[in-house]
Nanobody, 121 residues
């Protein structure tokens, strides 16, 4: 059973920084795309940043220049460095990944349970 677990959320003042981490565990053969999503109260879940197995990244316009996504293919982790945080960044952040199991090669999409990020003004 493959699992994704996020960590690093917390409370920070506007202008501050946080680093989120997501660890994938289980019988993993290959991790394809990895991504970070977020969902604020009363809003739809949105894509924040993604990174392919080759390292190509994409960012939401609202976080470009402030957030950086990075993955470690040895540790099976993906991080999200968040700088110059704004109150509108407040949300639950979720890790997402397309993973091929060592037993079943068909890619399967997985979600973490989420970690709360709160930015105060």
């Amino acid at each position: 059973q493959v699992q994704l677990v996020e960590s690093g959320g917390g409370l920070v003042q506007a202008g501050g920084s946080l680093r989120l981490s997501c660890a994938a565990s289980g019988s993993i053969f290959r991790i394809n795309d990895m991504a970070w999503y977020r969902q604020a109260p009363g809003k739809q879940r949105e894509l924040v940043a993604s990174i392919t197995d080759g390292g190509r990244t994409n960012y939401a316009d609202s976080v470009k220049g402030r957030f950086t996504v990075h993955r470690d293919n040895v540790k099976n982790t993906v991080d999200l460095q968040m700088n110059t945080l704004k109150p509108e960044d407040t949300a639950v952040y979720y890790c997402n990944a397309d993973i091929q199991s060592r037993l079943f090669y068909r890619p399967t999409n997985y979600w973490g349970q989420g970690t709360q990020v709160t930015v105060s003004s």
